[in-house]
């Protein structure tokens, strides 16, 4: 499955973005879907996730209530709708797909998105 991701921009603080990771492949309806994202010198950190169904989801305490997952099976593509974004939200964000339900753990995510950045001025 390949990935790509798209969406990341210049925000000022308080402001919103929403990114789409789309896939290529008809089978993306079989995979949780999840965000994570990598500021400098920093390492991964996991953002959100969906199941396949849509009907489940996780949130990093750090973004939950200001972050919203969801996705369209139809399109192939997951979305990832940021607001009230602050500046530690400035990192690259990276959509992947996994066969495991809902996890945080990025290691058990089998495909990977290029990454788009986000940068949030303060």
């Known amino acids: 499955v390949q990935l790509q991701a798209s969406g990341g921009g210049l925000v000022q603080a308080g402001g919103s973005l929403r990114l789409s990771c789309a896939a290529s492949e008809r089978t993306f309806g079989r995979y949780s879907m999840g965000w994570f994202r990598q500021a400098p010198g920093k390492e991964r950190e996991f953002v959100s996730a969906?199941?396949?169904?849509?009907?489940?989801?996780s949130y990093a305490g750090s973004v939950k209530g200001r972050f919203t997952i969801s996705r369209d099976n139809a399109k192939n593509t997951v979305y990832l709708q940021m607001n009230s974004l602050k500046p530690e939200d400035t990192a690259v964000y990276y959509c992947a797909a996994s066969s495991s339900w809902l996890t945080q753990n990025f290691a058990l995510y089998d495909y990977w998105g290029q990454g788009t950045l986000v940068t949030v001025s303060s």
């Open positions: 969906i199941i396949k169904s849509g009907d489940s989801t």
